[in-house]
């Protein structure tokens, strides 16, 4: 699909209004599978400075972030005049990893539907960590048993620690925390996949957070963190199959809808290589998510996105959430200290 801006790129950059970024999309996001009409729609919108935007929507049930990814970066090859250099999609690493199986439980589309989506709308908040926020944090998480936190497990770790400071603050007998935090399995095996590995070759390990527990300072949270991503070794990992992934994603939807606790939904999209994607027209400004989930059908469950900045010395953060918690987060002057709501974007 092509579209046409009736202004420039910097512009919209300066005055960054969220709800916006959805008229670069070529469809509805995060949307249940009946309202995909395709599995990979692009949109490109060219503005009257001669800037572009590029918005892509791939089907999450057959690819992940990293195949997304390797899609953009075979692009480029074929932009080039590269064809020769291009690596095909690995389809047989999944598999390897999860054989296909007869039949899946009843439930487990329901299930799956119910973790990953909801009824209510949600708004797109959007917070900018620079690198001195970023220092700061990673000194507050560090201790004896992880010494050098990364910046993923010292966002999280905050990020835990404020939402469980709204939730005491909103009731004085708040719901336990569910953290889960995709991982990608790629480099976790022995050996590692390729990179082209097709699919949605990822796990969701989570853990569970008492608001109440005054233990839980951040060097506390960022070892359970550790502790959570610890458990995919290699070895383990063998021991996954497609009869066990059923049975954890079925613990996991339990988790999901246990009226005594709410889950919060971690990814990270850094360090995927997407501000060198360069189409001939040079390397991205900006890389965004999306924009408002305000339609019927474009919802999702508390979701928080880590992306870096294009001088790859600050992490964005993408919230799609209405939650009360969520709403008392972002008026937090601890968060604040912290964390730059919405703030324009440099084009230099």
Same mark, same amino acid.
């Given at each position: 699909m092509?579209?046409?801006?009736?202004?420039?790129?910097?512009?919209f950059?300066?005055?960054?209004?969220?709800?916006f970024?959805?008229?670069f999309?070529?469809?509805?996001?995060?949307?249940l599978?009946?309202?995909?009409?395709?599995?990979?729609?692009?949109?490109t919108?060219?503005?009257?400075?001669?800037g572009?935007?590029?918005g892509?929507?791939?089907?999450?049930?057959?690819?992940?972030?990293?195949?997304?990814?390797a899609?953009?970066?075979?692009?480029?090859k074929?932009t080039?005049g590269?064809?020769?250099?291009?690596?095909?999609?690995d389809?047989?690493?999944?598999?390897?990893l999860?054989?296909? *199986? %007869? $039949?899946l439980? +009843?439930k487990?589309?329901r /299930?799956?539907?119910?973790?990953?989506?909801?009824?209510? =709308?949600?708004?797109m908040?959007?917070?900018?960590?620079?690198?001195?926020a970023?220092k700061?944090?990673?000194?507050?998480?560090?201790?004896?048993?992880?010494?050098?936190p990364s910046?993923?497990?010292?966002?999280?770790?905050f990020?835990?620690?404020?939402?469980?400071?709204a939730?005491k603050?909103?009731t004085?007998?708040?719901k336990?925390?569910?953290i889960?935090?995709?991982a990608?399995?790629?480099?976790?095996?022995?050996?590692p996949?390729?990179?082209?590995?097709f699919?949605?070759l990822?796990?969701?390990?989570?853990?569970?957070?008492?608001?109440?527990?005054a233990?839980?300072?951040?060097p506390?949270?960022?070892?359970?963190?550790?502790?959570?991503?610890?458990?995919?070794?290699?070895?383990?990992?063998?021991? *996954? %199959? $497609?009869?066990? +992934?059923i049975?954890?994603? /079925?613990?996991?939807?339990?988790?999901?809808?246990?009226? =005594?606790?709410?889950i919060?939904?971690?990814?990270?999209?850094?360090?995927m290589?997407?501000?060198d994607?360069?189409?001939?027209?040079?390397?991205?400004?900006w890389?965004a998510?999306?924009?408002?989930?305000?339609?019927?059908?474009?919802?999702?469950?508390?979701?928080f996105?880590?992306?870096e900045?294009?001088?790859?010395?600050?992490i964005?953060?993408?919230?799609?959430?209405d939650d009360?918690e969520?709403r008392?987060?972002?008026?937090?002057?601890?968060?604040?200290?912290?964390?730059?709501?919405n703030?324009s974007i440099?084009?230099?």
């Amino acid at each position: 699909m092509e579209a046409q801006a009736n202004f420039h790129l910097s512009m919209f950059l300066e005055n960054l209004e969220i709800p916006f970024l959805n008229k670069f999309l070529p469809c509805k996001g995060n949307c249940l599978e009946q309202s995909c009409q395709s599995l990979l729609t692009v949109q490109t919108t060219t503005f009257e400075c001669g800037g572009r935007a590029i918005g892509v929507c791939m089907l999450h049930k057959v690819v992940d972030a990293s195949t997304m990814s390797a899609f953009l970066k075979t692009w480029v090859k074929l932009t080039q005049g590269e064809g020769d250099k291009i690596l095909d999609p690995d389809f047989t690493s999944e598999i390897s990893l999860f054989p296909p *199986i %007869d $039949s899946l439980p +009843t439930k487990f589309i329901r /299930n799956l539907e119910n973790f990953y989506f909801q009824g209510s =709308k949600s708004p797109m908040r959007r917070f900018l960590f620079d690198s001195k926020a970023i220092k700061a944090l990673k000194a507050n998480t560090s201790s004896q048993y992880v010494p050098f936190p990364s910046t993923i497990e010292a966002l999280t770790a905050f990020l835990c620690k404020r939402i469980a400071a709204a939730s005491k603050f909103l009731t004085d007998a708040p719901k336990t925390l569910a953290i889960t935090h995709v991982a990608n399995l790629r480099p976790r095996v022995d050996p590692p996949l390729p990179q082209n590995s097709f699919g949605n070759l990822l796990w969701i390990p989570f853990a569970f957070y008492d608001p109440l527990d005054a233990s839980m300072e951040l060097p506390n949270l960022a070892i359970m963190l550790r502790e959570v991503f610890a458990r995919l070794t290699a070895e383990n990992i063998k021991d *996954i %199959d $497609s009869e066990s +992934t059923i049975t954890f994603l /079925n613990e996991l939807f339990s988790v999901s809808t246990n009226e =005594k606790i709410k889950i919060f939904r971690f990814t990270s999209w850094c360090n995927m290589g997407i501000y060198d994607i360069n189409y001939g027209w040079g390397k991205p400004v900006w890389v965004a998510h999306m924009g408002d989930l305000d339609a019927a059908n474009i919802r999702s469950k508390h979701q928080f996105v880590f992306l870096e900045s294009a001088c790859k010395e600050g992490i964005k953060l993408w919230i799609a959430s209405d939650d009360e918690e969520i709403r008392v987060v972002e008026k937090d002057p601890e968060f604040l200290t912290y964390a730059k709501p919405n703030p324009s974007i440099c084009m230099n």
